[in-house]
Nanobody
Framework: QVQLVESGGGSVQAGGSLKLSCAYTYSGGYMCMGWFRQAPGKEREGVAAIDSAGSTSYADSVKGRFTISKDNAKNTLYLQMNSLKPEDTAMYYC????????????????WGQGTQVTVSS
């Protein structure tokens, strides 16, 4: 049983920062986790991912601005978002799987409910 709950979304002006959190629970195994986003009328986009060994990957559009991290002791995944742009506006989802899905959204089997991020100009 895997459960994911996102929090930390909100509204911010361009150039600002937000930090998203994803509290997770699972029965066992080593999970890869990621952040994805979807804006109205757009396809779901992989933003950042981190595997059980700590290896990370990022979409080109967020490299240098976003940082994914995980605190195993707190069972929490984070996404630090800096230098936010209006095009970052989307619903952000936390996801997890036991394989090595990376930024491939269709490889993840477990998803949170999403948290809205709105960046104004």
């Amino acid at each position: 049983q895997v459960q994911l709950v996102e929090s930390g979304g909100g509204s911010v002006q361009a150039g600002g920062s937000l930090k998203l959190s994803c509290a997770y629970t699972y029965s066992g195994g080593y999970m890869c986790m990621g952040w994805f986003r979807q804006a109205p009328g757009k396809e779901r986009e992989g933003v950042a991912a981190i595997d059980s060994a700590g290896s990370t990957s990022y979409a080109d559009s967020v490299k240098g601005r976003f940082t994914i991290s995980k605190d195993n002791a707190k069972n929490t995944l984070y996404l630090q978002m800096n230098s936010l742009k209006p095009e970052d506006t989307a619903m952000y989802y936390c996801a997890a799987d036991y394989g090595l899905p990376g930024l491939r959204a269709n490889w993840y089997n477990y998803w949170g409910q999403g948290t809205q991020v709105t960046v104004s100009s």
